[in-house]
């Protein structure tokens, strides 16, 4: 069977990794695999090329990108594919065009949403868009069960499935404690991640004397989100005011994410409005607690006292407590924490699991 994925870009980002292992997977399991981007970022390109998948990039020279859907509307006419599935709104709409401008007319299309959608703020061409193409998708899959929800709630009768992502285990020795007194956040830096509460939460440590921690931000600094070069600014100021420059390291864009999570007593994961986060599931498969806000499905894949804590998003001094009380854990407590953790990843987010569940749905639609 002839699948072609389609997505923006290869780029170090959560939709351009699960897309890539899904192209990993499918291949292994029999399926003749393309996968299609239109921005030339090639953080995940290595995987393929390792994996020998094709991929092909026809960069995007607008904001429209019409050469780019002739161009993707004429290598689903030659190829005839059984499967279009694609992830991410933008991506989503581009395949359903594509695919209904193409001579092929037995592919089918599989669409997936990545992200929490607000309504509110979607404008009306916008949610016209997002109707048309769910219209023409045989298949929605949602990466939470919230979003999937959130759809249904808006428009009961779309056939929707949740599939969480999938994440390849790591497994590590936990016979074995450590206190690193290192809290980790991972994700390109942006207003989206909630960085903010995080610093406001160690001011609240430092002045309580209980800041016995330092802060590693794993990711870009991205200043090409709208809005985010003031956000950018504003904390870089406050980080100086609150005198903890010596407490947060910007440790940049990285490809061995894991030597993180091992050197890390935590991951801390303050966004407010997000999809299923792939960090989530990578640290609890390195047997890692979580400190997460308590949205969207952040309640279920994280049991409160047991792999993690959970906070209120939009108050530091709620993170600051949950901090604080993970701090105040003895050595048995931790150790029993990362052991649960690490067994709650591999059932959630289980790499074969995540596999299977889309190759189920690829069935359903033939």
Known sequence: MKVLLVIDSLGAGGAQNQITLLAVGLQKEGYDVTVFSYH???FFKPRLDSNDIKNICVEKRNKVGFRMVR?????????QYDVVLSYMDIPNFYAALALKLSSSKATKLIISYRSSTSFESLNFINLKLREWTNKNADGIICNSHHERENWKSKYPKLKLKTIYNGIISKHTSLTSFKNNNVLTAIGSFSHHKNGIVILEAMKILKEKGKLNFKLNWVGRRDPGI????????????????????????WCGQSSDI???????????????KEGMPNVVGEAQIHSLPVIISNVLDHPIIIKEGMTGFLFNPEDPYSLADTIET??????QDRIEMKIKSLENGENLFSYKGFINSTISLIQETE
Do not use: C, P
């Open 40 to 42: 030339k970022m090639e």
């Open 71 to 79: 161009i993707l509307t004429r290598l689903i006419s030659k190829n």
């Open 226 to 249: 709208k809005n985010n070069d003031d956000y950018i600014v504003d904390f870089d100021q406050k980080l100086i005011k609150y005198g903890l420059k010596e407490y947060w390291n």
């Open 258 to 272: 894991s030597k993180y999570y091992f050197s890390s007593d935590a991951l801390i994961h303050a966004s407010k």
């Open 326 to 331: 993970f701090y105040t854990l003895d050595t």
